[in-house]
């Protein structure tokens, strides 16, 4: 199980490649034992889901009710992509792919229908201007924000979903 600290969400960590809500059952419990080591309050590290394969598809159901911890889904296009063998996450005219459309909406859905934050994924090689216009189109599919690959993009988001 990988996972990473976020750096502007402090306190939460990403569960990278999570398939179901066991994972996130057993990263709450090696969080539970952290936060006894460290003197924190038990449920005061939480976590994002985030959806890379779809393998993980066939399971967001899973994840309601997976743990208190749990404050939102997200998902990797690129790794998705990688996964279903497509040759980019984006066609030539700059729309999803299909197959990587249906599993964007499945995990909006899905943390929405689980009450969780969602998080549309990261796409590296856009320019600002791009990068605003994609944050746009997320926020208004409901979103709560984006996945940032570097601090630049980072401060794009927040403006953009501000």
Do not use: Y
Not at 17 to 24: E, F, L, M
Not at 78 to 107: F, I, N, T, W
Request: proline share 4%.
């Amino acid at each position: 199980m990988r996972s990473l600290i976020l750096t502007q969400l402090p306190n939460t960590i990403a569960l990278c490649h999570a398939t179901c809500g066991a994972d996130v059952q057993e990263l709450g419990g090696a969080l539970a034992v952290r936060e006894a080591q460290e003197g924190l309050v038990d449920g005061s590290l939480k976590i994002i889901a985030l959806i890379v394969h779809p393998r993980a598809l066939l399971h967001l159901p899973s994840f309601e009710e997976a743990s208190p911890r749990l404050l939102a889904l997200g998902w990797d296009g690129a790794q998705m992509a990688q996964a279903l063998h497509a040759p980019s996450l984006r066609d030539e005219a700059g729309a999803l792919r299909s197959p990587l459309e249906q599993a964007r909406s499945l995990v909006l859905l899905t943390a929405r229908g689980c009450g969780l934050l969602a998080f549309d994924c990261a796409e590296s090689s856009l320019d600002g201007a791009s990068l605003r216009a994609r944050c746009h189109e997320a926020k208004a599919l409901g979103f709560d924000g984006k996945i940032a690959t570097d601090g630049d993009q980072a401060r794009i988001i927040e403006e953009a979903f501000a």
